[in-house]
Nanobody
């Protein structure tokens, strides 16, 4: 079973919007920072946005002003990526990443399975 479960990808026309979600499947774990990354065909995986446990955010220049990362204030173990004004160059597989604290001093980095976002021109 995947620790991080992503949803919300799909096909959208340029200028449209999509919202990605990523939830940790084990509620007993706590999450520090979350990140969204993406990988287009033939390209390296790149950072899209991050959000710290305190809510501080960081964005790549290519998505700044169009994408918004947020996290569930109650559960703290869910992160969202609201993507507006989508462009064909945003087409990629989007991956969720999390800093997982499993208790007992055990912490590790975990990746979701990826969700495809395709933006048509």
């Amino acid at each position: 079973q995947e620790l991080l479960v992503e949803s919300g990808g799909g096909l959208v026309q340029a200028g449209g919007s999509l919202r990605l979600s990523c939830a940790a499947s084990k509620s007993t774990f706590s999450i520090g920072a979350f990140g969204w990354y993406r990988q287009a065909p033939g390209k390296q995986r790149e950072l899209v946005a991050t959000i710290s446990s305190g809510g501080s955010t960081n964005y790549s220049d290519s998505v700044k002003g169009r994408f918004t990362i947020s996290r569930d204030n109650a559960a703290k173990n869910t992160v969202y990526l609201q993507m507006n004004s989508l462009k064909p160059e945003d087409t990629a597989v989007y991956y969720c990443n999390a800093e997982v604290h499993a208790g007992g001093g055990l912490s590790f980095n975990s990746w979701g399975q990826g969700t495809q976002v395709t933006v048509s021109s």
